[in-house]
Nanobody, 122 residues
């Protein structure tokens, strides 16, 4: 009943920046947590950053100091500002959210976006 749509991926040179966005849409829902995961070829999907409804944040050690996650509650949108990118950041980035809906009696469920490719060239 809720969809997550990502945008902002692309090709960037090492040292450059990109900003990803993810918007949740649907009817009568409440977002508890939104975040970003990534998966590189041959690697397991890993948490990059997350943010709660109270603006508490969590980052992977590999991105601390370079990436910033923010949330616009009025737009049900989460952003990931990525700075000083390196080839090691190349991956498919997936938006993720824990959301409750009125239709499900506010039972919290996992939602995933389709993923957006980020490629960092040397």
């Amino acid at each position: 009943q809720v969809q997550l749509v990502e945008s902002g991926g692309g090709l960037v040179q090492a040292g450059g920046s990109l900003t990803l966005s993810c918007k949740a849409s649907g009817s009568a829902f409440s977002v508890n947590v939104m975040g970003w995961y990534r998966q590189a070829p041959g690697k397991q999907r890993e948490l990059v950053a997350s943010i709660t409804r109270f603006r508490n944040t969590n980052y992977a050690d590999s991105v601390k100091g370079r990436f910033t996650i923010t949330r616009d509650s009025a737009k049900d949108t989460v952003y990931l500002q990525m700075n000083i990118l390196s080839p090691e950041d190349t991956a498919v980035y997936y938006c993720h959210a824990l959301i409750g809906t009125m239709a499900s009696m506010w039972h919290e469920s996992d939602y995933w976006g389709q993923g957006t490719q980020v490629t960092v060239s040397s």
